[in-house]
């Protein structure tokens, strides 16, 4: 764990950074919820200071007075065990509280932390500052990528900032590398912070594969688009050609096809896809089929974090060929915290590596991000094996 006076720092630069992150925002696009996957900015702002209230202020301030009763209910994602909750898809209907509102909660429960841990806590409630600041780091991701769904689904497409840079062109040549079969050590080992699903250092043995040492990139990509690979059944799983059908999918999220020209959505706004940088916004379903394509596969988790000291990785979440599972000896912690991430492992896959919107201390060889194989929001992307 980082030292107690440091964690402090670390705690009032992070919920800083949050409220940057909204610095460009106009008021309007606090509230918007174009789909169920992406929460309003109002929303995260509430929720990750509902966090630090409802599991450290409420049990351990005694003369913490609450800001809101009815916020617990308005800012609770998806903890059964602390009470009711708005259902998600309706977090864009909540016009009230206002941001001001909001942004007063964020200074109101700021003060109280920051009150609390002038005094002497047990190492248990530092633990849990720690969690909840690396829970807000989570959201400030989501915020990048949500704020970016909610702009690029607007007609108008506007400019989030001109500050923000999606895409880094990896310079190096392009080859293989080799790991050798044998046994290798897999989960966080340090005394870093790091999650439950990290935990559980196991052995697993892998045959020997070629991993690439860098990133499918938008040309690559390109190509398998301009091939046909949306049209041709043979490259998907079953799933996911009924995904490519029920929902007309021709191409990455946020690419736009203009007078035959390919452009894309990002932060800086519509531009013309540049052919060198990795490609991002793809779903699971079209990194199997890119690579089935390829007559390649993608890594498991295990190759992936065997062979990622090889390889710089940081720009894209990437796609792994592993569900999301418990390691051996896995125990939820007990209470609410235990629903953080235990109750999620079924019908996803893993992601490793972190995003350019990743925060800095947020992401580390052993992290495992996981979604549902549809879903392609995030900054993620993928390499390949050749067994």
């Given at each position: 764990?980082?030292?107690?006076?440091?964690?402090?720092?670390f705690?009032l630069e992070?919920?800083?950074?949050?409220?940057n992150?909204?610095e460009?925002?106009?008021?309007?696009?606090?509230?918007?919820q174009?789909?169920?996957?992406?929460?309003?900015?109002k929303?995260?702002l509430g929720?990750?200071?509902w966090?630090?209230?409802e599991?450290?202020?409420?049990p351990?301030?005694?003369?913490?007075?609450?800001?809101?009763?009815?916020?617990?209910?308005?800012f609770?994602?998806?903890?059964e065990?602390?009470?009711?909750?708005?259902?998600?898809?309706?977090?864009?209907?909540?016009?009230?509280?206002?941001?001001?509102?909001?942004?007063?909660?964020?200074?109101?429960?700021?003060?109280?932390?920051?009150?609390l841990?002038?005094r002497?806590?047990p190492?248990?409630?530092?633990?849990l500052l720690?969690?909840?600041?690396?829970?807000?780091?989570?959201?400030?991701?989501?915020?990048?990528?949500?704020?970016?769904?909610?702009?690029?689904?607007?007609?108008?497409?506007?400019?989030?900032?001109?500050?923000?840079?999606?895409h880094v062109?990896?310079?190096?040549?392009?080859?293989w590398?080799?790991?050798?079969?044998?046994?290798?050590?897999?989960g966080?080992?340090?005394d870093?912070?790091?999650?439950?699903?990290?935990?559980?250092?196991h052995?697993v043995?892998?045959?020997?594969?070629n991993?690439?040492?860098?990133?499918?990139t938008?040309?690559?990509?390109?190509?398998?688009?301009?091939?046909?690979?949306?049209?041709?059944f043979?490259l998907w799983?079953a799933?996911?050609?009924?995904w490519?059908?029920?929902?007309?999918?021709?191409a990455p999220?946020?690419?736009?096809n203009?007078?035959?020209?390919?452009?894309?959505?990002?932060?800086?706004?519509l531009q013309?896809?540049?052919?060198?940088?990795?490609?991002?916004?793809?779903?699971y379903?079209?990194?199997?089929?890119?690579?089935?394509?390829?007559g390649?596969?993608?890594?498991?988790?295990?190759?992936?974090?065997?062979?990622?000291?090889?390889?710089?990785?940081?720009?894209?979440?990437?796609w792994?060929?592993s569900a999301?599972?418990?390691y051996?000896?896995?125990?939820?912690?007990?209470?609410a915290?235990?629903?953080?991430?235990g109750?999620?492992?079924?019908?996803?896959k893993?992601?490793?590596?972190?995003?350019?919107?990743?925060?800095?201390e947020?992401t580390?060889?052993?992290?495992?991000?996981f979604?549902?194989?549809?879903l392609r929001?995030?900054?993620?992307?993928?390499?390949?094996?050749?067994?």
């Amino acid at each position: 764990m980082i030292l107690t006076d440091s964690l402090v720092t670390f705690f009032l630069e992070t919920r800083a950074h949050t409220e940057n992150i909204c610095e460009p925002l106009e008021i309007e696009d606090y509230v918007v919820q174009p789909i169920v996957d992406v929460s309003p900015p109002k929303w995260h702002l509430g929720h990750t200071t509902w966090f630090f209230e409802e599991f450290i202020l409420k049990p351990h301030a005694n003369d913490y007075r609450i800001f809101n009763d009815d916020f617990s209910f308005v800012f609770n994602s998806y903890y059964e065990s602390v009470g009711k909750r708005v259902v998600r898809a309706d977090r864009g209907n909540l016009s009230r509280p206002s941001v001001k509102k909001v942004y007063e909660y964020r200074s109101h429960v700021t003060k109280a932390m920051t009150a609390l841990f002038e005094r002497e806590q047990p190492k248990a409630v530092w633990e849990l500052l720690e969690i909840g600041i690396h829970h807000e780091k989570q959201h400030q991701e989501l915020l990048l990528t949500d704020i970016k769904y909610i702009l690029g689904n607007n007609p108008l497409l506007p400019v989030y900032s001109d500050a923000f840079r999606e895409h880094v062109p990896e310079t190096q040549e392009a080859e293989w590398i080799n790991m050798d079969k044998g046994v290798y050590e897999i989960g966080h080992a340090s005394d870093a912070f790091c999650y439950d699903n990290e935990l559980g250092r196991h052995k697993v043995y892998l045959n020997a594969f070629n991993i690439a040492n860098k990133l499918v990139t938008n040309g690559e990509f390109m190509a398998f688009v301009l091939d046909g690979g949306y049209t041709r059944f043979d490259l998907w799983h079953a799933e996911g050609w009924d995904w490519v059908q029920k929902n007309g999918i021709t191409a990455p999220l946020y690419w736009h096809n203009i007078d035959g020209e390919w452009h894309h959505y990002t932060l800086l706004g519509l531009q013309k896809v540049p052919l060198e940088a990795q490609v991002t916004h793809i779903s699971y379903f079209e990194a199997f089929a890119f690579a089935q394509w390829k007559g390649s596969r993608l890594p498991t988790e295990f190759e992936w974090e065997s062979a990622q000291a090889h390889f710089n990785w940081g720009s894209r979440w990437e796609w792994t060929e592993s569900a999301y599972l418990p390691y051996p000896g896995y125990q939820k912690a007990a209470g609410a915290l235990g629903e953080y991430n235990g109750k999620f492992m079924v019908n996803q896959k893993v992601l490793r590596g972190g995003s350019v919107a990743t925060p800095i201390e947020h992401t580390r060889p052993t992290y495992r991000n996981f979604f549902q194989t549809d879903l392609r929001w995030q900054f993620t992307g993928f390499r390949l094996v050749q067994q």
